[in-house]
């Protein structure tokens, strides 16, 4: 719902729970009054008192000593002209000047959801959203600024963008571009970011904010393993059920900048952007840029903002055929076979899977021209006649005989020196000429700025989609952006290429998955190097990590699942001994792991016994009764209440509430511990539920307030699943 109030000219969107307010001053200036627990649409504006503050300047025309740009909240922060704290815009003028500042225009209020070009945003498929549209403009030297809000009723989603036009003469030089700005102007805060590196991806750290900026992000030209575009700003004394949370999560998949900035009077300022200092964006006169969509939510309590998120992504990011559909159980041939996909090697694991009800076969790294080790074959997406004499087309025949569907791995983005589509086109890699680039697993990064590369990748995936019968494409990608050069722009653009190959990497995404809309994709980037709201605009899965250990991806899944629900994140039952620890755990505990994930198995079924093969035939046949509850159910963390801080329970409630699974993995045992108790979430409290493995019949007023306590779990890393119905 978004309401104008001419005689106050505020701005008021609303969402079932939540208020955000705005409001337009005598000189223009647009104020940021309120985001937060739902008030109403009355004037807000009283909260912020303007006084004197001494140093800090005003603006000329205002003659007003108590308004100061470097104490306004603002929504969109200007840079230059005396707001001292992190600015939404970086420019530089026609005449070297690095000044701006903007004043209001027009807004316009209209239903649906407006688009981005060249971007992914946030989907509408229902009708539901809102949009407004505000425009700013700077008067001295046009450039203009357009907001937008689209405004989620029912999800508690707010989303944001912006996008710049050069109304001016003479061309302008963007130096940084935010998707949006939001100032809290009073309360204390933690900052609860998502850091990690490859094999560890996504750990949650909290911490409070101290005075001056926190500046989070990636300068490796995609979202990375290290920092991922996700925020959440939390009261100090916020917890799964209580206190204000601010989510914060970018839509984009290249480098970016996340700061958050505690200033001196308390407030925080959050700004989320594209690129990293080196952006640099050439306007031209009439020209329009387009910073990415963001997604806001607010939610009482860390549990109540997650659920938003999980909704949200899986309804209104996800598209295409499987967004809310259930995904075939697929086997890996990863770290079954590494890179020897020789049919001797293949055939038997694609029999063994689907005689234990397996749906899919992923032919994994090794399978195209030239490609027996990591330094040879990307880009000539080919079979490899030595490790596939009769050809794909004759493998996957065989594999889909077995009544399997087909996948297959491409790294589309990469080129390897030693294959044919570098030798006749060496400067469609990105290196900067005299220089040697940077390898990476020995490869180098297509310059996807440029259209004919574009083009060769649409042409090259698409064919293999035609030729053969190809359900699901695992898109790779495994090194960081360097040495960005691109022989297709002038001196004066290179500041461009790592936003245009990300621009590059979504045509591609967009035509192919358009092209083949029954085709699932799955993400991937060395593992979850590239898991973000914008990939999931086309890949509704992303492998989440190459650390394929049960316990480890404990913590992984947890920390994933803060914004991403958990059909978006690959997870498989893999070895044991595992090959990244060492560790060994049960079978059963790896597939209680993987389940609460896009599911699969990577692994050698041959050297299973009977009874871990029996085991899987089972866990499959469980998966299949549990699935539509772990794609679609309530996700609840439950660590907050154990005593035991070396145990894992998370709960899924179905949506009408009548199920309910509880998992829980023990990461260590210790003798004489206390027993594991539990609060369970989400239930009904008037209804009664019958938990199938303990035999009993609760309240859901009991399991929520009383809880509910294990039983001694001993051994290593034993795990439990308890199923609840509603009778
Ligand atoms: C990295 C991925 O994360 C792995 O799962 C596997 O596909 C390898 N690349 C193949 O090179």
Redesign the pocket.
């Known amino acids: 719902m978004i309401n104008y109030d001419s005689k106050s000219r505020t701005l008021t969107l609303e969402t079932v729970h939540s208020s955000y307010q705005m409001q337009i001053d005598p000189w223009g200036y647009l104020h940021h009054v309120y985001y937060g627990k739902r008030v109403g649409q009355e004037d807000l504006s009283y909260v912020h008192r303007y006084y004197d503050r001494g140093f800090s300047g005003n603006p000329y025309d205002c003659d007003n000593r108590a308004l100061s740009l470097d104490t306004l909240c603002q929504e969109y922060s200007s840079w230059g002209v005396g707001d001292y704290r992190v600015p939404s815009l970086g420019v530089r003028n026609a005449d070297g000047s690095r000044c701006g500042e903007l004043r209001y225009v027009s807004h316009e209020i209209r239903g649906g959801k407006y688009s981005l070009p060249g971007l992914p945003t946030a989907w509408d498929p229902e009708g539901e959203a809102e949009t407004l549209a505000v425009t700013l403009s700077d008067p001295v030297t046009s450039l203009t600024v357009t907001l937008y809000y689209g405004v989620f009723y029912e999800k508690d989603i707010i989303t944001r963008a912006a996008e710049i036009r050069n109304g001016g003469s003479a061309p302008v030089e963007l130096e940084k571009a935010g998707s949006f700005c939001l100032d809290l102007p009073f309360g204390s805060w933690d900052l609860l970011h998502f850091h990690g590196r490859h094999c560890m991806e996504r750990a949650p750290e909290r911490r409070p904010l101290i005075h001056g900026i926190e500046s989070l992000g990636s300068r490796r030209g995609m979202s990375s393993h290290q920092h991922n575009p996700f925020l959440i700003l939390c009261d100090r004394q916020a917890a799964e059920d209580r206190g204000d949370c601010y989510g914060m999560m970018l839509l984009y998949s290249g480098s970016f900048r996340a700061e958050v900035e505690l200033e001196q009077f308390g407030s925080v300022r959050a700004v989320m952007s594209p690129g990293d200092e080196s952006f640099r964006w050439l306007l031209e006169p009439g020209e329009s840029f387009a910073a990415p969509e963001s997604l806001l939510s607010w939610g009482e309590g860390l549990s109540a903002l997650t659920l938003q998120y999980h909704r949200f992504v899986r309804e209104n990011v996800c598209r295409g055929e499987y967004r809310l559909a259930r995904r075939p159980v697929l086997i890996n041939s990863?770290e079954a076979c590494y890179m020897d996909v020789r049919p001797e090697r293949v055939l038997p694991l694609a029999r063994e899977a689907a005689e234990l009800g397996v749906e899919l076969f992923v032919l994994?790294?090794g399978w195209f021209h030239g490609r027996t080790e990591?330094n040879a074959g990307l880009g000539d997406w080919f079979e490899n006649t030595q490790r596939l004499p009769q050809g794909l087309g004759s493998l996957i025949e065989q594999i889909r005989a077995t009544g399997l569907q087909f996948g297959l791995?491409v790294e589309p983005e990469m080129v390897s020196e030693n294959s044919d589509l570098y030798r006749a086109h060496p400067d469609w890699a990105l290196t900067v000429p005299g220089r040697k680039p940077m390898l990476g697993r020995h490869q180098l990064v297509l310059d996807l700025s440029r259209t004919e590369v574009q083009d060769y990748i649409i042409g090259t995936i698409g064919g293999l989609l035609e030729r053969y019968p190809i359900s699901y494409i695992?898109w790779?990608m495994?090194r960081c952006l360097s040495d960005l050069y691109s022989r297709s722009f002038p001196a004066e653009r290179q500041g461009e290429v790592a936003h245009r190959c990300v621009l590059g990497v979504y045509r591609v995404m967009e035509a192919l998955t358009t092209r083949f809309p029954k085709v699932l994709f799955e993400g991937?980037s060395?593992?979850g190097g590239r898991f973000d709201a914008g990939m999931l605009c086309y890949t509704p899965q992303i492998?989440c990590s190459?650390d394929t250990d049960a316990i480890e991806r404990l913590s992984i899944q947890r920390g994933t699942a803060y914004g991403y629900p958990l059909c978006t994140m690959g997870s498989h039952v893999s070895a044991a001994p595992n090959h990244q620890t060492g560790r060994t755990t049960p079978i059963h505990t790896r597939a209680v792991v993987a389940m609460s994930g896009a599911f699969g198995y990577e692994l050698d079924l041959g050297k299973l016994s009977r009874e871990e093969k029996e085991e899987i035939r089972e866990q499959i046949r469980r998966f299949h009764q549990d699935e539509a509850l772990l794609r679609e159910g309530s996700y609840y963390r439950l660590g907050e209440y154990t005593a035991r801080q070396d145990a894992e329970a998370w709960l899924l409630v179905s949506p009408d509430q009548s199920r309910a699974l509880l998992n829980v993995v023990v990461k260590a045992s210790h003798a004489n511990a206390p027993l594991i108790h539990l609060r369970f979430k989400g239930l009904d409290p008037d209804a009664r539920y019958a938990m199938e493995e303990d035999e009993g019949v609760f309240s859901g007023a009991a399991l929520m307030r009383a809880g509910y306590t294990l039983p001694q779990l001993l051994g290593d890393y034993p795990a439990v699943q308890l199923h609840l119905r509603r009778i």
């Open positions: 990863w994994d790294d990591d791995w695992k790779d495994n991937c060395g593992g492998w190459d």
